[in-house]
């Protein structure tokens, strides 16, 4: 499987690719994501099989700009129009009436599509150089810690993609955030836009519907390590048996582990999120018995954090 670092060459070549029916990765400024060309359903079938994505699973539309988006959504209601141009481009998703043209197998039948305007300047020239949108999910196998660089994908899915551009590691380190606009704002999935932010322009959000399925890949069991995880605070818990286990928090670092990572010594929880995934990958690596994880507060992005710790500790029932 090609890695190549992106560059006008790569790009071009990538492309090139796509526009056969291929399946490229490519950086954005959330995650790695694994794309096709969003109206050709033969090759967005081939990033279900190559991630191992159940089909009810519905995928994201990336589009360079208006007139892109206009291919995509049937219509943009007024609160989408105010975070749109608040938030885009960037790591914002919005869920919004499909236009006919999106095939269904993008949209999981659904009548509704996922779409977002990345800033990654990587994900923006592949998108001209293309012309047309782009599907793509995070580009991990189903379930599995997202990749925030080249080497995660690569080491996820192996030779399946045609090609992996290397833009190396991600700025935000965690998904965009998914806003559905149905009358009133719902959010979704919690991800590098903070809630707060996004109340701020259209009030407070609804919370996603009750069924796990209105974001089908919002399942409990999700972002998960192959090493079991636990949210557990290590300070107030006893000292089982640290030896063969590593921790994590965002500041504290603690005794007795083989090994105690922080995610950001001054606290600061850009800085955390942006090495989440990554230091996820490293502590997993090391094959380890488990890997305890301190709660963090839920406000800002902590609240994106949490949400993929408790994910990931549900699928080993921790
Ligand atoms: O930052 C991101 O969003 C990255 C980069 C590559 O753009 N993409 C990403 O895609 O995280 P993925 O497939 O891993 O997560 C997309 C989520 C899934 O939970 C899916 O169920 C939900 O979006 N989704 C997609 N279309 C939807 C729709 N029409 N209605 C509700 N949820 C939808
Ligand atoms: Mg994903």
């Known amino acids: 499987m090609p890695v190549l670092p992106a560059d006008s060459g790569s790009v071009a070549r990538a492309a090139e690719l796509l526009r056969r029916g291929g399946v490229v990765a490519f950086p954005t400024e959330t995650v790695y994501g694994l794309g096709a060309l969003a109206f050709m359903p033969e090759a967005v079938a081939r990033i279900f099989e190559i991630k191992r994505r159940p089909h009810f699973d519905p995928l994201i539309v990336h589009v360079l700009d208006e007139t892109m988006l206009s291919r995509v959504v049937a219509s943009i209601p007024s609160a989408a129009r105010l975070l749109a141009d608040r938030f885009w481009p960037g ?18 039948g659904l009548s509704t599509v996922a779409v977002r305007m990345p800033s990654h300047p990587v994900a923006r020239a592949l998108l001209a150089a293309t012309g047309a949108p782009l599907a793509a999910p995070s580009a991990n196998l189903f379930g599995s810690l997202s990749p925030t660089r080249a080497e995660h994908v690569a080491a996820g899915i192996g030779d399946a993609a045609d090609l992996i551009l290397d833009g190396g590691p991600t700025e935000h380190g965690l998904e965009s955030t998914i806003v559905a606009i149905e009358g009133t704002a719902e959010l979704l999935r919690p991800g590098a836009i903070e809630i707060e932010a996004i109340e701020a322009i259209v009030g407070p959000l609804g919370a996603a519907g009750a069924s796990a399925y209105s974001a089908p890949g919002m399942l409990p069991h ?18 089982l048996d640290r030896s063969r286990a590593a921790a994590l928090a965002v500041r504290d670092q603690f005794e007795g582990y083989a090994v105690s990572r922080r995610l950001s010594a001054g606290g600061d929880l850009r800085e955390a999120a942006a090495r989440f995934f990554e230091t996820l990958h490293e502590l997993d690596a090391l094959a380890l018995e488990r890997i305890d994880v301190q709660p963090i507060a839920e406000s800002g992005l902590g609240q994106a954090m949490m949400d993929r710790l408790r994910r990931a500790a549900a699928t080993f029932g921790l």
Not at 233 to 238: E, F, K, L, Y
Request: glycine share 0%; proline share 19%; charged share 15%.
């Open 91 to 108: 790591p914002l998703t919005l869920v919004l009436p499909k236009s006919d043209e999106v095939p269904e197998l993008v949209t999981a």
């Open 222 to 239: 999700h972002y998960a390590p192959a090493t079991p995880l636990r949210l557990i605070d290590p300070v107030t818990v006893p000292m």
